[in-house]
Nanobody
Framework: VQLQASGGGLVQPGGSLRLSCAAS????????MGWYRQAPGNQRELVAT???????NYADSVKGRSTISRDSAKNSVYIQMNSLKPGDTAVYYC?????????????WGQGTELTVSS
């Protein structure tokens, strides 16, 4: 499975942004897709995930101002982030949890950078 993320950029505080991630390869084996982020000096952390059945999970830090969605026909996952804060500045990574014969494995995209600054 290959993941290609896009949509990062420079946004002013209070603004909005949508990140996109397109999966290719053995996409039928993808269980969960999601977004993680890593700010400088910090560990990578969960932003949001969505299962193949549409169940979602959000980090408390983005809950209520972010919406994750998934388009199975396009093998894509998106996250709409609103009311952006400087604390949202990070590199955002797309993730897919893929079924394999040895169990579920994590696949990662290359990351897309979001900077929230005036």
């Amino acid at each position: 499975v290959q993941l290609q993320a896009s949509g990062g950029g420079l946004v002013q505080p209070g603004g909005s942004l949508r990140l996109s991630c397109a999966a290719s390869g053995s996409t039928s084996r993808i269980n969960v897709m999601g977004w993680y982020r890593q700010a400088p000096g910090n560990q990578r952390e969960l932003v949001a995930t969505i299962t193949s059945d549409g169940y979602t999970n959000y980090a408390d830090s983005v809950k209520g101002r972010s919406t994750i969605s998934r388009d199975s026909a396009k093998n894509s996952v998106y996250i709409q982030m609103n009311s952006l804060k400087p604390g949202d500045t990070a590199v955002y990574y797309c993730n897919a949890l893929v079924r394999t014969i040895i169990g579920n494995l994590d696949y990662w995209g290359q990351g897309t950078e979001l900077t929230v600054s005036s």
